[in-house]
């Protein structure tokens, strides 16, 4: 099966900027679905973007559109997110998926990783 590691969370002020990094192995990805969620402490997790694994398709939850990027690096088997003009509402552990399908449902997707925590101060 697909393994998923998240790593480059951490604490940032509002304003700032963090670059996630997911490194995939397991299978190949060429024909996959990228995605990011979110999960802050007792809410749901929520959708924030996906990318093809060929990296011509995105698609953003409004929220984070034209502040966060997306991006693969096929050679090395991973996927990005750039992150800029943080918000504290941007607070949660952020998590790396992978699917067959593009869709924003969580139950979309197949394999996740355990999440990096990404705090944003006021």
């Known amino acids: 099966q697909v393994q998923l590691v998240e790593s480059g969370g951490g604490l940032v002020q509002a304003g700032g900027s963090l670059r996630l990094s997911c490194a995939a192995s397991g299978r190949a990805f060429s024909s996959y679905v990228m995605a990011w969620f979110r999960q802050a402490p007792g809410k749901e997790r929520d959708f924030v973007a996906w990318i093809g694994w060929s990296g011509a398709n995105t698609y953003y939850a409004g929220s984070v559109k034209g502040r966060f990027t997306v991006s693969t690096d096929n050679a090395k088997n991973t996927v990005y997110l750039q992150m800029n003009s943080l918000k504290p509402e941007d607070t949660a552990v952020y998590y790396c998926?992978?699917?067959?399908?593009?869709?924003?449902?969580?139950?979309?997707?197949?394999?996740w990783g355990q999440g990096t925590q990404v705090t944003v101060s006021s």
């Open positions: 998926t992978a699917g067959s399908l593009l869709t924003t449902v969580r139950a979309g997707y197949d394999y």
